[in-house]
Structure formats: structure tokens, C-alpha cells
């Protein structure tokens, strides 16, 4: 057996020959590329890709049941070597979406608009409703007759 397979990096196959001592991988019969260095053919793959990828943009938004501080909309613009998304707000600025986050982003569609503005209306709804209610229970606790317990053992002793 002169080849045996090494690993299966980014969808190909690097293989090492045993007959030359040489890493090898074959992306297409004009692309191959031989090296006594396994990290030089793992670059020749990562170039391969970056030159040859064809990644359009597109926009996310959070989810609403996405839990904690996320932004609520971004563009992403590439995936690194390791697979995750690079991204950028709606300011520019740039940021990675971890592997963690992404179940919280869907992909931005014009029709939910209108079922993200009904949910910020609700939100504000009961944000106000909340202030209500703690108006009407301060109210409700400043009518109790306040004795505390420290203050009658003073008037037993």
C-alpha cells in the first residue's frame, strides 16, 4: 500500500504516500499539490477555497425567543476556515456569530416585519402594564398599618 488517507480536511482528502514520504492531495487533475509538509497542503487547501468560494451576503435577525444580549440584525459576509459565520451590524462593525448563537438568528424575511413590530407593541404593552401595577401595589402596601415587631416588644417592655 503506497497512499493511506490522512484526513478528510474541508472536503478533501490528504493522503500520504509512503513510497515518496510525501503529503498529497488532488482537488482536480490541474489542481494537486505535493509537499513533505502536511500544514503546506492544508494551506493549498484553504487557498483553494478562498479563491474558488462563491459566498453571497445575505441578512439575520434574532429570533424573539433568543435569550440575552445579541444584535437583532446582521449581514453576513464570510465563513472562516473553522466554519463560522463573520458577520456585521447595521453600523459596520464586525463580529463572528459562535457556533452557541446560531439557533438564535433566522433569516431575515420582509413578511416578519409586521409580526416584529406586533411583538415590540406588545412588549411596550406590558412594560407599561408592569409600571401599573407596581403604581397600584405601592399604593396597596402604604395603607397597611406598619408595626413592625421590633417596634411592639418596645411597647411590652
Known amino acids: ?9 474541508r472536503g478533501f482528502d490528504i493522503e500520504f504516500d509512503t513510497n515518496y514520504e510525501k503529503f498529497q492531495c488532488v482537488i482536480t487533475e490541474d489542481k494537486t499539490k505535493e509537499s513533505a509538509s502536511f500544514t503546506a497542503v492544508k494551506k493549498f487547501i484553504d487557498d483553494y477555497k478562498k479563491d474558488n468560494q462563491d459566498f453571497s451576503p445575505f441578512w439575520v435577525q434574532k429570533k424573539p425567543s433568543a435569550f440575552g444580549y445579541k444584535k437583532d440584525k446582521l449581514k453576513v459576509i464570510g465563513i472562516r476556515k473553522d466554519g463560522r ?5 447595521e453600523n ?10 446560531l439557533s438564535d438568528y433566522i433569516l431575515f424575511d420582509e413578511d416578519n416585519q409586521k409580526y416584529y413590530n406586533m411583538l415590540k407593541e406588545q412588549n411596550e404593552k406590558e412594560t407599561r402594564q408592569d409600571e401599573e401595577n407596581r403604581i397600584t401595589r405601592d399604593s396597596i402596601i402604604s395603607q397597611i398599618k406598619n408595626v413592625s415587631l421590633k417596634d411592639y416588644k418596645k411597647t411590652l417592655l
Open 1 to 9: 500500500m503506497s497512499k493511506i488517507k490522512i484526513e478528510n480536511y
Open 85 to 89: 459565520f463573520m458577520a456585521e451590524d
Open 92 to 101: 459596520g462593525d464586525k463580529c463572528q456569530i459562535s457556533d452557541y448563537d
